[in-house]
């Protein structure tokens, strides 16, 4: 045999193995590039949340810029709520409190607040009593009917009047949906209240760290 055709051959098996090592070296690389890239939020982009003029419990006027810098962990129900908005109301302020144990320093850039979908009823004394029976860091926000409507139209709530109660009251039929904006007013994403107890919080807390940076 040609002894240049076996140097050849030699070669080519050297070669081989090179590039396939190479071509390996290129996927595990990019393998670690997706692993290492950020998470887009899941409602990055989308137009939730924005202007507002709302009162507080102390009858002070607050807009939606006052929060510049902040987190902002915003609800919508009414505090005449039997059973639904109680529940939510009593995880948001569990998880919060789960993540000021994780997570001091972030927990104190997040401002949860409460808008009601019912301003007829809810004033702002009852807002307050309302909000401060979970957490005296949350914040309850009310207003005029034009004002609380414009805010559920920002925040693409769903909200309306349901049926009467036997009390001569009323139910407020609305979205359940707790949201997780940035320090710039930004949509981020959802925050999970389905779940009870301890691990629901600190559930709830780990969302908000998986997000905040």
């Known amino acids: 045999m040609n002894p240049h055709a076996k140097t050849s051959a030699l070669s080519n098996v050297i070669r081989k193995p090179a590039a396939l090592l190479g071509a390996l070296a290129l996927v595990l690389s990019a393998c670690a590039a997706e692993e290492t890239a950020p998470l887009e939020p ?99 926000l009310t207003g005029t009917q034009e004002q ?13 009047r349901g049926e009467d109660t036997p009390d001569g009251g009323y139910l407020m039929e609305h979205s359940r949906i707790v949201y997780l904006f940035g320090p710039q007013g930004e949509p981020i994403a959802t925050l999970p209240t389905d779940q009870p107890g301890r691990e629901g919080a600190e559930t709830f807390a780990a969302e908000i760290r998986k997000w905040a940076n």
């Open 148 to 160: 609380v409507d414009r805010a559920i139209d920002e925040f693409k709530v769903t909200a309306y």
């Open 42 to 140: 899941p409602l990055a982009g989308s137009s939730i949340g924005g202007s507002f003029e709302l009162v507080d419990s102390a009858g002070e006027t607050v807009r939606w810029d006052d929060f510049t810098g902040q987190y902002r962990v915003v609800y919508f129900g009414f505090a005449y709520c039997p059973a639904i908005c109680p529940t939510d109301m009593q995880r948001i302020a569990r998880g919060m409190a789960a993540l000021e144990e994780s997570d001091p320093n972030l927990a104190a850039q997040v401002q949860p607040i409460f808008i009601t979908v019912d301003p007829a009823r809810d004033t702002p004394q009852v807002v307050g009593e309302f909000t401060s029976a979970f957490s005296d860091d949350i914040m309850g």
